[in-house]
T-cell receptor, first 113, second 112 residues
């Protein structure tokens, strides 16, 4: 089946630093999504990307849909303690009314105040 | 709060038993998805329903089944439970089949 490689697996950063994480796939997707999950909660949608090359921001978060359609990047600027959590990328290739997300294994972010 | 409601939040049951997990999608969402999250496998897609019809199947075991009812709520039935079925089970919903999905808080299933 499809596999997403998400890196890094974990990050420890100082408050105020910028963060970058990425996902690569062996298959192409026509949608890339980024979610954040905190303990005891379900994943929360951060950013959705629909076109190759698309760059989308949500506050301090910026994500890009790679031009090969096989990768995506998420950047967080000026990190704050509440950015702590696990960030997941997810790719989807929808067709014939079906839509299933393939998730990366997550990047665990820790922010040191 | 995503608007997706899952019950129960926690479930502890014995091996060999059968359980039913329930999901109420966001108001107006026609598509419902079930995912399993375990430490070793991560988030895995199980199954998708759209307006009562099954639309996609992922890594769902034959011991598991799901359905979506006319009022659009969905149930995931897990039978002949094994220790390895212990996991978080998430329901997600979206308005149509190509919209991003919003996740509920999950049901934590522990099989003992």
């Amino acid at each position: 089946g499809q596999q997403l490689n998400q890196s890094p697996q974990s990050m420890f950063i100082q408050e105020g630093e910028d963060v970058s994480m990425n996902c690569t796939s062996s298959s192409i997707f026509n949608t890339w999504l980024w979610y954040k999950q905190e303990p005891g909660e379900g994943p929360v949608l951060l950013i959705a990307l629909y076109k190759a090359g698309e760059l989308t921001s949500n506050g301090r978060l910026t994500a890009q849909f790679g031009i090969t359609r096989k990768d995506s990047f998420l950047n967080i600027s000026a990190s704050i303690p509440s950015d702590v959590g696990i960030y997941f990328c997810a790719g989807a290739y929808s067709g014939a009314g079906s839509y299933q997300l393939t998730f990366g294994k997550g990047t665990k972010l820790s922010v040191i105040p | 709060d995503s608007g997706v409601t899952q019950t129960p939040k926690h479930l502890i049951t014995a091996t060999g038993q059968r359980v039913t997990l329930r999901c109420s999608p966001r108001s107006g969402d026609l598509s419902v998805y079930w995912y399993q999250q375990s430490l070793d496998q991560g988030l895995q897609f199980l199954i998708q329903y759209y307006n009562g019809e099954e639309r996609a199947k992922g890594n769902i075991l034959e011991r598991f089944s799901a359905q979506q009812f006319p009022d659009l709520h969905s149930e995931l039935n897990l039978s002949s439970l094994e220790l390895g079925d212990s996991a978080l089970y998430f329901c997600a919903s979206s308005p149509r089949t190509r919209d991003p999905a919003f996740f509920g808080q999950g049901t934590r299933l522990t099989v003992v």
